[in-house]
């Protein structure tokens, strides 16, 4: 039921992500949406009004139905004199940035509220589209365990990636902070092949035959950093000189 024909019925990403996010919850809301026609129009009209302040509205749902009430009714949240306040209370923030993130379990897979992330050089890389390209995901293990081991999901979402709002994010790379905390960035694309050239636009790392320092060398572009206002060109030549001389040496 879930088709690209209802997500495209939100003209952006976020709006798009609040619908994934409200349909992760397990509870209700699939048969009370497509159910209820004025919900339905009054969510469409809501997002493409405001999607930004949409995908806070939906939040706000999100943590009522996490709650598992089936009585809860959802045009409570979106209506407009909710909306309207919504609007009021929301600050800009340009330094920070939302993007979709996921738990997988070994049981589970899981669509996550957005989480405000500080960035860092990919992400801001004028190749891509900002976080709409990008997917935050994080390892976890099932509630009866206390620690991630290696399972068969974990493998198949590294080998096939992730589905969200009808797009496929695959494995991209990750910082070095991030292997202590299993969470990795993976981005939108048509397939595996098409990730390994975007890679390339990162930077000529088919010189470096050692894993490790593969995986370290790509995490610099991962590592969480503010906008310098200096031009990726220039960014990217002073990298390349560093990385020559390290060669050297």
Request: include cysteine; glycine fraction near 4%; charge should be neutral.
């Amino acid at each position: 039921m879930w088709s690209n024909t209802i997500f495209n019925q939100y003209s952006t990403f976020q709006g798009q992500y609040a619908l994934e996010l409200l349909h992760s919850c397990d509870s209700h809301f699939d048969k009370y949406y497509f159910e209820n026609e004025n919900l339905r129009n009054k969510m469409i009209d809501l997002a493409n009004r405001d999607d930004h302040c949409f995908y806070q509205l939906a939040l706000h749902a999100y943590q009522y139905l996490q709650q598992n009430n089936p009585s809860f009714d959802l045009l409570t949240v979106f209506n407009d004199d909710m909306f309207s306040k919504m609007q009021e209370s929301l600050q800009t923030n340009d330094k920070s940035y939302l993007v979709a993130t996921v738990y997988v379990t070994p049981s589970t897979t899981r669509v996550m509220p957005l989480e405000i992330t500080q960035g860092h050089r990919a992400l801001r890389h004028k190749a891509f589209n900002g976080p709409e390209d990008f997917c935050l995901v994080y390892l976890k293990p099932d509630s009866s365990d206390k620690y991630v081991n290696k399972c068969l999901r974990y493998k198949h979402i590294f080998e096939n990636g992730i589905s969200i709002c009808n797009n496929q994010y695959y494995l991209f790379g990750l910082s070095n902070s991030q292997l202590r905390e299993h969470s990795y960035w993976f981005i939108r694309a048509t397939s595996s092949e098409e990730v390994h050239h975007k890679r390339q636009l990162l930077g000529d790392f088919s010189k470096i035959n050692n894993i490790g320092k593969y995986v370290a060398r790509l995490g610099l572009w991962f590592s969480k950093s503010n906008p310098t206002g200096v031009s990726y060109r220039l960014t990217f030549a002073f990298y390349l000189y560093n990385f020559s001389s390290y060669r050297l040496h």
